[in-house]
């Protein structure tokens, strides 16, 4: 998974990561890498009970309704609880952690 942030930095949600950003943030210099899940021509959990909403419903069950269908997750996630599930998913991979090595790395200065 990798944390995507809206343009205005109100909100995240969690989606499956692109290839390189695996637990982390969503580069979009890693967008061309393709998703984690893709593999072969197909898509691996395509038929499981874990395929992503956007995934299932965006590109499978209603072409077309992408950018309709996106707004309304986006609304879904922009919640208390959608930001309760960001968070504990940041604490359970120790994502501060992460931000915190990059930074000393960097030599750069990152509010967090």
Known sequence: MMLE???????AVLSPAFKGCEGYIAINEFASAGCIFYSG????????DIQPLECRVC?????????????????????K???KVVINW???????DKLLKDKESQGKIIAL
Request: proline share 4%; hydrophobic share 30%; charged share 25%.
């Open 5 to 11: 942030v809206a343009p205005d930095f109100s909100f």
């Open 59 to 79: 590109h499978h069950e209603s072409q077309g309704m992408g950018p309709k269908i996106h707004r309304e997750l986006e609304n879904e996630w922009n919640t």
């Open 81 to 83: 609880k959608g930001q």
């Open 41 to 48: 021509g197909l898509c691996e959990i395509h038929a499981s």
């Open 90 to 96: 940041m604490k359970e991979i120790k994502f501060h």
